[in-house]
């Protein structure tokens, strides 16, 4: 009998630890597998806000990836912008690979968080490049640049420039989005939040150990 009840012991603990696996893999919160996650947070002296969360490193290839992104709008009127991800390559280079666009309508104190997912071309070559987000919001547009490392190996630091003005053309504003002109390529400049509207503040830009509810999708 006490043999019995030591299998049935045994048992329980088996389908504890399974069910553990389980809600640990359900996929609400993917692990990072050691990827070196960033936090931006951005708010405009308008009232914009917006945040967005990644990783600086990790990227593969012909490998879709999601990063978070959430934009409130306080500004007291409506807000109809776009917002773009992209890959750029470091100067002299102009080339700008559009990952994903979307435009949106927000009414004041309206906003709207959401994964978004970036198709990465098979052809991607690895080595540094700029993950980009641009959006345009009521006063203008911003480009705001994070250098994140494709493929594997040492990563190298990165000095050099960007070019936001490339960036920005790729991604015009809305037929509906009212603000000021539109800049010419190169009237941006490089980790320069907001030169075009002058009205943005970097809140933070910080390299987190904890993990974003962010994973490579399938």
Not at 76 to 104: D, H, T, Y
């Amino acid at each position: 009998m006490p043999g019995k009840y030591s299998v049935h012991i045994l048992c329980a603990f088996t389908l504890l630890g399974l069910l553990a696996a389980c809600a640990q893999n359900d996929g609400s919160t993917p692990a990072s597998g050691g990827r070196e996650p960033f936090s931006v947070h951005m708010a405009g002296g308008d009232g914009t806000r917006v945040s967005w969360q990644g990783y600086t490193d990790g990227y593969r290839p012909g490998i879709a990836e999601t990063m978070r992104l959430a934009i409130n709008n306080n500004t007291g009127q409506a807000w109809n912008g776009r917002f773009c991800v992209q890959f750029l390559k470091p100067m002299p280079s102009s080339v700008v690979i559009p990952l994903a666009e979307q435009e949106f309508s927000l009414k004041s104190d309206g906003g709207f968080a959401q994964d978004v997912r970036l198709e990465l071309p098979a052809d991607l070559t690895p080595g540094i490049h700029g993950l980009a987000l641009v959006f345009h919001e009521p006063t203008g547009p911003i480009v705001e640049v994070i250098p994140v490392w494709v493929g594997v190996g040492e990563r190298e630091p990165f000095q050099g420039d960007w070019p936001t003005g490339a960036a920005l053309a790729t991604c015009p504003a809305p037929q509906s989005a009212s603000g000021g002109p539109t800049p010419q390529p190169g009237d941006i400049s490089p980790y320069d939040v907001g030169t075009a509207a002058g009205l943005y503040t970097l809140w933070v830009l910080s390299y987190e150990e904890t993990e974003p509810s962010l994973g490579t999708a399938a």
